[in-house]
């Protein structure tokens, strides 16, 4: 069947395609899942606010989204406009992968998942199986080898590596996504002193701790001309002790690592699901990696999907033709709704 066309037509008249995001129609409306730019469905739903699943919407759409997404989204430059958090025949769930992220159950019938976490993280609460007839899920970690550790024993780890190096008078940095990761890493290693944060992951804590959670407010580093780094406190507070920054993981790219490592001494941890492959960090450039992600692993993709028994599964993202396979040889009609193609990695981190 070709992409772009009608995939699937439930008993209950609902039919689902693949164009500009996933369209759902059922017989009193049409909605647009995720879509990469303004739909003209009747609405439009946004599961969360990572760069990669918001758009400037043209106002034909009704814009279903948590108020928390709303506000991410526009402290990231992403205006959604008026939007609702219900409406008819549909039931938003929480997802568990970021702040505001949410799952959607359509008539009851059609749940999509968005990018989810099975597991609780810190001050998140994780995505727990909702029966439906067709199942849309993100596969990003959808191969047998991405199953990842407790948090709390990871934790533990890098807290012994922390205590290490704070010994020998070096400093750390922890990387991840400026949101979501760079959260969860503030909220856990929260009793660490002195903690700074990257500019760009201090803005997204303050939006946090407006929508109430409860995050330190940590010394904003701000980043100046040649890669120059400065508290906004001081300017050689760096150089006194042994101290913790949060940054993004795109600081790796870039020559703040080398002057963090080159001034400072500077032990530099990243934090993702793909720190599980063989090489990643030798190819990061980083000291430490870590197996802590905002998505289910792939041991909680096939438990979520029995929890859900559906009668159609299809994936998205990731590797979704191979976890399409595995979901077949457990007896499930399961199939990737978009080619099965992996996208950049940074985008699931």
């Not at 009193?28 to 879509?35: H, K, T």
């Not at 739903?45 to 814009?63: Q, R, W």
């Not at 008819?88 to 976490?117: K, Q």
């Not at 050689?236 to 790219?253: E, F, N, V």
Request: proline residues 4%.
């Amino acid at each position: 069947m070709a992409r772009g066309v009608v995939e699937e037509t439930s008993k209950s008249g609902i039919t689902i395609s693949k164009k500009n995001g996933i369209v759902v129609k059922t017989p009193s409306f049409s909605i647009a899942l995720d879509p990469k730019s303004a739909s003209t469905c009747e609405y439009t739903f946004v599961s969360h606010a990572h760069i990669d699943h918001v758009h400037s919407p043209n106002g034909k759409s009704k814009i279903i989204a948590s108020k928390e997404t709303a506000t991410l989204a526009k402290a990231r430059g992403y205006n959604l406009g008026e939007t609702i958090e219900s409406a008819p025949g549909m039931e938003l769930l929480d997802a568990g992968h970021i702040l505001g992220s949410r799952a959607i159950l359509i008539e009851d019938s059609v749940l999509y998942t968005g990018d989810f976490s099975k597991r609780d993280r810190g001050f998140l609460k994780g995505l727990g199986g909702i029966k439906c007839d067709t199942l849309i899920m993100e596969t990003t970690y959808g191969k047998p080898h991405y199953r990842f550790r407790e948090t709390a024993e990871i934790v533990a780890q890098v807290s012994r590596v922390i205590a290490e190096c704070f010994h020998q008078c070096r400093p750390v940095v922890l990387t991840g996504y400026p949101l979501g990761k760079a959260q969860l890493l503030s909220f856990l290693f929260h009793n660490w002193d002195p903690v700074f944060v990257h500019e760009s992951v201090h803005k997204m804590n303050a939006a946090h701790i407006d929508l109430g959670v409860g995050l330190r407010e940590y010394v904003p580093c701000k980043v100046g001309a040649g890669d120059a780094i400065k508290p906004t406190d001081s300017s050689d507070i760096l150089c006194k002790r042994p101290w913790i920054m949060i940054a993004p993981t795109s600081m790796g790219r870039s020559g703040l690592i080398r002057t963090l490592r080159q001034k400072y001494d500077a032990v530099i941890m990243g934090f993702t699901g793909w720190s599980l492959d063989h090489g990643y960090r030798y190819s990061t450039g980083l000291d430490y990696a870590f197996d802590i992600s905002d998505h289910s692993d792939y041991g909680e993709l096939v438990e979520f999907a029995k929890e859900c028994n559906p009668s159609k599964i299809y994936t998205v993202h990731g590797f979704a033709s191979e976890f399409a396979d595995r979901m077949r040889g457990l007896g499930f009609d399961a199939e990737p709704l978009d080619g099965g193609g992996q996208e950049t990695l940074s985008h699931y981190a």
